[in-house]
């Protein structure tokens, strides 16, 4: 009884052994998703990174910046891996250049 079952369940005509073009597709279907987050996820990250560097390679004394713990400051100067920070009357602080967020452009720094 059982065994007659088991073959009604069973593809018909041998069909299992018509797999064989399995393997390939499964590599396209890899390829398609690889690509998708590729240019959802991958893509986006690199070119926001590329950004952020330029922007932190770019600063100069007198940029008012917001730090990445969001304190706001005032650059005073800069060397190759730091930046030296006022955040109020005679405090400063040195801060590394990749802790740098944000700098303010003209008009965000005056409604500050």
Same mark, same amino acid.
């Given at each position: 009884? =059982? $065994?007659?079952?088991?073959?009604? &369940?069973?593809?018909? !005509? !041998? /069909? /299992? !052994? ?10 396209? &279907? &890899?390829?398609?998703? =690889?690509?998708?987050?590729? =240019?959802?996820l991958?893509?986006?990250?690199? *070119? ?5 560097k330029? &922007?932190?390679?770019?600063?100069? *004394?007198?940029d008012?910046i917001? +730090? !990445?713990?969001g #304190?706001?400051?005032?650059? *005073?100067?800069?060397? %190759?891996? +730091?930046? +030296? $920070? %006022? #955040?109020?009357?005679? $405090? ?7 802790? $740098? /967020? ?5 008009? %965000?720094?005056?409604?500050?």
């Amino acid at each position: 009884m =059982f $065994v007659s079952i088991a073959h009604a &369940m069973g593809a018909p !005509g !041998g /069909a /299992a !052994g018509q797999q064989g073009g399995g393997g390939f597709s499964g590599l396209i &279907m &890899m390829a398609v998703i =690889f690509g998708i987050f590729y =240019f959802i996820l991958i893509r986006p990250q690199q *070119k926001k990174m590329k950004e952020h560097k330029k &922007m932190v390679d770019e600063l100069k *004394k007198d940029d008012k910046i917001i +730090t !990445g713990g969001g #304190i706001y400051g005032v650059v *005073k100067a800069t060397s %190759e891996n +730091t930046v +030296t $920070v %006022e #955040i109020a009357d005679g $405090v400063r602080v040195k801060l590394s250049r990749g802790s $740098v /967020a944000h700098v303010l452009t003209n008009e %965000e720094a005056s409604k500050e």
